[in-house]
T-cell receptor, first 112, second 116 residues
Framework: AQSVTQLDSQVPVFEEAPVELRCNYS??????LFWYVQYPNQGLQLLLK??????LVESINGFEAEFNKSQTSFHLRKPSVHISDTAEYFCAAGTGRRALTFGSGTRLQVQP | NAGVTQTPKFQVLKTGQSMTLQCAQDMNHNSMYWYRQDPGMGLRLIYY???????DKGEVPNGYNVSRLNKREFSLRLESAAPSQTSVYFCASSEARTGWAPNEQFFGPGTRLTVL
């Protein structure tokens, strides 16, 4: 069985500051990791994913995440956030056999 | 392409009433999923369908039934609604897995259900 833990339920940050959203997973088999973003009153959209290869993955809007197998983590980072990044972010893990397992979400609140 | 569509967007039920949530996708995906989203609990899988004609229970299937009507449509039915089923329900779809890695899931806009 696998599980995903997002340690922070809310992260307030000022505009243009850096941010890190933490995600840890547990799995007895090889795992594949995803970050999804949910803007208010919308469904989830894929932000980035790690399947294999380079452990550092990037999204088109400046976010990046690093797969760290020894620490079982997949933290999401952005060096400078914008007001428009305000949303809820979900980390998810999958082993390919069934649907994804999602974390409880982190609400990023970017303040001017 | 509309992607994944869900109806209705909002619904209020009384305890004991039944209803069906509809989901359709136009991306020719084989796999479809139903999740519920509750505050502080993320998304939890209710049922999924790996391909047309098959359905499997997820993490929280009690109180729900599903029908994979055809490749495009996957409905979720509440036979006797309970206040504990108040939630936001999301449908998602993905390509069938061709290797070991899971494919990206595409989500609908959600149905906000309140059971009084």
């Amino acid at each position: 069985a696998q599980s995903v833990t997002q340690l922070d339920s809310q992260v307030p940050v000022f505009e243009e500051a850096p941010v890190e959203l933490r995600c840890n997973y547990s799995s007895s088999v090889s795992v594949y990791l995803f970050w999804y973003v949910q803007y208010p009153n919308q469904g989830l959209q894929l932000l980035l994913k790690y399947l294999s290869g380079s452990t550092l993955v990037e999204s088109i809007n400046g976010f990046e995440a690093e797969f760290n197998k020894s620490q079982t983590s997949f933290h999401l980072r952005k060096p400078s956030v914008h007001i428009s990044d305000t949303a809820e972010y979900f980390c998810a893990a999958g082993t390919g056999r069934r649907a994804l397992t999602f974390g409880s979400g982190t609400r990023l609140q970017v303040q001017p | 392409n509309a992607g994944v569509t869900q109806t209705p967007k909002f619904q209020v039920l009384k305890t004991g009433q039944s209803m069906t949530l509809q989901c359709a996708q136009d991306m020719n995906h084989n796999s479809m999923y139903w999740y519920r989203q509750d505050p502080g609990m993320g998304l939890r899988l209710i049922y999924y369908s790996a391909s047309e004609g098959t359905t499997d229970k997820g993490e929280v299937p009690n109180g729900y039934n599903v029908s994979r009507l055809n490749k495009r449509e996957f409905s979720l039915r509440l036979e006797s609604a309970a206040p504990s089923q108040t939630s936001v329900y999301f449908c998602a779809s993905s390509e069938a897995r061709t290797g070991w890695a899971p494919n990206e899931q595409f989500f609908g806009p959600g149905t906000r259900l309140t059971v009084l």
